[in-house]
Nanobody, 127 residues
Framework: VQLVESGGGSAQAGGSLRLSCAAS????????IGWIRQAPGERREVIAL???????TYYKDSVKGRFSISQDRDKKTHLQMDRLKPEDTAVYFC??????????????????????WGEGTQVTVSS
């Protein structure tokens, strides 16, 4: 499994950034892809995910209404981040659950369920 993230960088509060993830090496239609972040001194948290089989999406309350996860025809997964806040500053990882034994809400809560991870990309939001 290979995951390659792109995007990220720096933005002012209220601004926007877009992350992308190119994933390969697994049965795409059976998998889920998520975005997981880790702020300095904090635990990793799943903030958004998409079930590839039907496109159902799930979001953590902290990003709901501001972030949007989507996929394109090339099976790249994007995270559009709008109305950014300084507390969104973190390293963002793209991750894959390639079997999806559990439902979306469970995957949103359990970081340990995600099997494969990208290297991460830094997002910094200044006030």
């Amino acid at each position: 499994v290979q995951l390659v993230e792109s995007g990220g960088g720096s933005a002012q509060a209220g601004g926007s950034l877009r992350l992308s993830c190119a994933a390969s090496g697994f049965d795409f239609d059976k998998a889920a892809i998520g975005w997981i972040r880790q702020a300095p001194g904090e635990r990793r948290e799943v903030i958004a995910l998409i079930l590839n089989k039907d496109g159902t999406t799930y979001y953590k309350d902290s990003v709901k209404g501001r972030f949007s996860i989507s996929q394109d025809r090339d099976k790249k997964t994007h995270l559009q981040m709008d109305r950014l806040k300084p507390e969104d500053t973190a390293v963002y990882f793209c991750a894959v659950d390639d079997k999806v034994y559990y439902d979306g809400p469970f995957l949103l809560d359990v970081v340990e369920e995600w099997d494969f991870w990208g290297e991460g990309t830094q997002v910094t939001v200044s006030s």
